[in-house]
């Protein structure tokens, strides 16, 4: 099946010849899975290497996009069946398909940093009156943006100004200025440090959520499955071997293979970007309906507080969560 759209990296079908000749050898199924650039692309590093070496039973067709509004397109589409997205657009999504589909698992917690070429920055409060380059329009990032700067008697737009933009672009205006202040995720905020070393980290949006979020996390990326789109018996599957990738690129003891993983899908520029970068990437892999809506319930509530808009205008019912036990 054709997946190429036009700004999408496909990584092309990944046929998977696991299940082969033998009486009783189960049938395969076909999944089709979407993962972005970033934090949660580079946790799939090690499950696509996987996948292309035909070791599941599975045959995944694998999408890899920058743009999360491409992926949730692609899910209302009905053109992915698996799809890693920002926790807002998953609360979204359920909205606006009548609860057509379910959270798998929290794979990424805060990633976000302030990031400033200069020494003026030290506390929320110091954003007063300066332009923040940031990226995330509508997604995760500026609601959690907002939220920090609201609970800091700051408003985006007044008492600061926030131009957004791309991450490159970002790293480019940085690069190119003499003084500047940016709001960026890893692996980009790590590419910039690494380029340029006159830009420190200023503030760990994580860190900021964490003092003023009303005892939330920070959960900013999680994978969805299209209710129906799959069976149950693939959703464990993938959900197995995901997990096993995530341990595996979040393994200090495997830095060097994780960051060469990253690289070789295209996630990541470089070796040494990767290296620096997937240390702060904050994966990790929760599941289980009871767990995922402990640690996203009030993060949801507290994005419907700051802009109902957020997460789709309501916060998500407990059918947004797939119980799956491991």
């Known amino acids: 099946m054709n997946m190429k759209r036009m700004g999408s990296l496909l990584l092309g079908t990944l046929l998977l010849a696991g299940i082969l000749a033998g009486c009783g050898a189960k049938e395969s199924e076909t999944v089709r899975a979407g993962f972005l650039k970033g934090p949660t692309g580079i946790g799939a590093a090690h499950f696509m290497d ?24 692609a899910v209302m589409s009905k053109e992915l069946d698996i799809a890693a997205v920002p926790t807002n657009v998953a609360a979204a999504l359920y909205q606006k398909t009548d609860g ?16 400033e070429k200069g020494e ?17 329009r509508a997604s995760n990032p500026e609601y959690v943006l907002n939220y920090i700067l609201e609970q800091n008697g700051l408003a985006a737009g007044e008492d600061v100004l926030v131009e957004y933009m791309t991450p490159d672009e970002i790293v480019a ?39 003023v979020g009303g005892g939330s996390v920070l959960t900013q990326g999680c994978v969805i499955v299209r209710k129906g789109a799959v069976s149950d018996a693939a959703i464990a599957d993938f959900l197995l071997a995901y997990g096993e990738s995530i341990a595996y690129m979040s393994d200090g003891a495997n830095l060097d293979g994780a960051a060469a993983l990253a690289v070789k899908y295209e996630i990541v520029g470089s070796e040494p970007v990767a290296r620096a970068a997937i240390p702060a990437c904050n994966l990790t892999f929760i599941t289980g309906a009871d767990e995922l809506k402990s640690g996203l319930e009030e993060y949801y509530e507290v994005l419907f507080a700051a802009d109902p808009a957020s997460i789709g205008r309501a916060v998500p019912d407990d059918g947004i969560y797939y119980d799956y036990a491991g």
């Open 50 to 73: 996987r996948a292309e070496a035909g070791e599941f039973n599975e045959n995944y067709e694998i999408m890899l996009e920058s743009d999360a509004s491409v992926i949730a397109t």
């Open 173 to 211: 205006r940085m690069l190119s200025e003499e003084t500047g202040i940016c709001m960026l995720p890893v692996p980009y905020a790590t590419t910039l440090l690494l380029k340029d070393s006159g830009v420190r980290t200023a503030l760990s949006l994580t860190e900021e959520w964490a003092a």
């Open 100 to 115: 057509g589909v379910s959270i798998l698992a929290v794979n990424t917690l805060g990633v976000l940093y302030v990031l």
């Open 120 to 136: 003026s920055v030290n506390e929320v409060s110091d954003l007063a009156g300066k332009t923040l380059y940031a990226t995330g």
